[in-house]
């Protein structure tokens, strides 16, 4: 009886791995477009007063995005829809989403005709210090009306991945984003540098429009693959339905819960906005961009691997509840963290040691300068320290609602929130903008820690002394992979190159010494995942090739 429940409990496991494997591939692929996105801005705008404009601009619909879309709504959808799929079938989870999508609409037009009235109130308490430069409070303001209607987008486009996720589906859904991307990019430059002059757009703002764009593609790829699985919109409201009763009632605390990381974004933004230069005694521009900037960077491996494990792990975390079988949960969720931590801190390790030649590579171009890629490699390196709880984060907060329990997560959150703003406080004056990042690190760190704690309370066991095992040996394989990338990284700094050329050297030769070293010391620690993951990544590659 013990072997057959382990061997249930075993294809859960493998699934993750294998749809991880999906979401990652096209997650990478949205994430090299949003580097390329990232690339245009500092090339024709660097790191000063209108990009440290749109940056927070483009964080306010961000930050609604993440507490009533992406984040709290996706989380309590997917569990619900997940459950009813399971429980009662495709006809009523359809039906669900159907009245969720209604309510979600008619709330999502409410709260952007809000924030479009209060937005000049918004913008004073989001960066107080941008109405002491000259114009950089009102351009923050127009681009912030511009790029509101994004939040309706990207809302719809969060429930579509959720249901094609349950259904199943990962690859189109994970790819969406990469059509955010193209849409923003080339939308940005035709309304910016092309149609503008004519519309009497300024090229800033035609970059805004072109998030409007890439939000409207983000939602309408994923359409036709919802056709064929036999979802069509209707509205319908009902107030009635269990189903929106337990996503109201999970999206409440989730609300809070699933967005820390993003709120203490919106309060480093604060901080960052009225640093002085020490050499002129004025608020200075740049400190917005260079953290915007380092957490691009950041944002590559948690999307490609910490989101990608995340919303492999929740179907599977949520059918488990929906039978209920626990010890599946409990090895499913112990799994997902492993990767996570096997994918995440060789990545942190290498984006703090190869960070400046990383950077450099990457936007040094055009009005980005020398001195804003130190700065901004600074902030990479203290981001870099909560990188591995970033994407822990991702795949725990959900795995409490699978368990019907939003309370936990959102009862730490708050607790980050006010740990985060009084490390800003402490931390700002003596290290500026490099301060705000180590404290948002911290928090994460220890947001992650409590939530292992409580996951553990709950589920009395999680498999703590093996993941703590892994961790070490991770952590011992990325010691040896730090010293190799230095010492190449050093190297190569010694050859007759300069610009572009030695950068591309120095990066693709230390990343490619590096990632040997550690897939070495893996195999010669035996940490298991390490194997599990690179088979999942061959199979797959050799799969496509058989294809062709």
Known sequence: MESVELQSAEQPRASVARNAGIISLAIMASRVLGLVRDQVFAALFGAGLQYDAFITAFRIPNLLRDLFAEGALSAAFVTTFTQTLQSKGKEAAILLWNRVATLIILFIIAISILAWIYTPAIVRVLAPGFFDVAGKAELTISLTRIMIPFLLFIALAAQAMGMLNSFNVFGIPALASAFFNVGSIIGGLLLGFWLGPALGLSPIAGMAYGTLVGGFLQFAVQWPSLRRHGVSYHPMISLRDPGVHQIIRLMGPAIIGTAAVQINVFVNTNFASAIIDPATGAVTNGPVSWLSYAFRFMQFPIGVFGVAIATATLPPLSRSTANPNYTEFRQTLAHSLALVFLLCIPSAVGLAVLGRPIVALVFQHGKFTGFDTVQTANALAAYSIGLAGYAAIKVLSPAFYALNDARTPMLISL????????????????????????????????????????????????????????????????????????????????????????????????????????????????????????????GRFSRVLRRQ
């Open 415 to 538: 607790g980050s929130i006010a740990v985060n703003y009084v490390m800003n406080s402490l931390l700002v004056g003596p290290f500026g903008h490099v301060g705000l990042a180590f404290s948002t690190s911290t928090v994460a760190l220890v947001n992650f820690l409590l939530l292992a704690l409580l996951m553990r309370h709950k589920l009395t066991r999680l498999g703590g002394r093996r993941l703590g095992s892994t961790i070490l040996r991770i952590l011992a394989a990325s010691a040896a992979m730090a010293v190799a990338a230095w010492l190449v990284n050093d190297i190569a700094g010694a050859l007759p190159l300069r610009g572009l050329a030695l950068n591309f050297v120095r990066v693709t030769v230390a990343i490619s010494v590096a990632a040997g070293t550690f897939y070495l010391c893996c195999r010669l620690l035996r940490i298991e995942e390490a194997a599990e993951a690179v088979d999942v990544i061959v």
